[in-house]
């Protein structure tokens, strides 16, 4: 019998009409063989981190997964190069972004993956759409609901996209 898991993960665009991309990376997701997608936020228009770009458009959602974290992490590294994502500069532009940022409760360490996410708990753009759908999940290093995480950052830059 597989193990079922639970997994967070970030999603956000800035380069082409983001929300149809972001949207359909969901439907990518949901699609592969071992994840299902249980829930996904409202998209937040946020200002970009890092050198000058679009803002970004940006969603969290809740998989279920059957998979390794690391088996995850490679299967969202293929859909965001399938979506034309080319990883030129640090926090530049991008069609796609995924990031893995809860686990279950596991706290992981390797060269590729660490979860949960090192800057999720200071990023408003991750915090935000995450307490819309996960609002009593327990950030392992912290042992902080996420509601209370996101009432510990800066949420100006981050807006509800009717």
Sequence with gaps: MTQHSVSAIALGSNLGNSQAILEAALEKLDQTPDITVKSHSSWYRTKPIGPSQPDYLNGCALLEVQLSPQKLLETMLGIEQEFGRVRQERWGPRTLDLD??????????????QIPHPRMTERAFVLVPLAEIAPDWIEPVSGMPISQLVQKVDC?????VS
Aim: glycine residues 6%.
């Design 156 to 160: 100006s830059g981050v807006s509800l």
């Design 100 to 113: 893995v940022l809860l686990f279950d409760e596991l706290i992981l360490e390797t060269p590729d993956l």
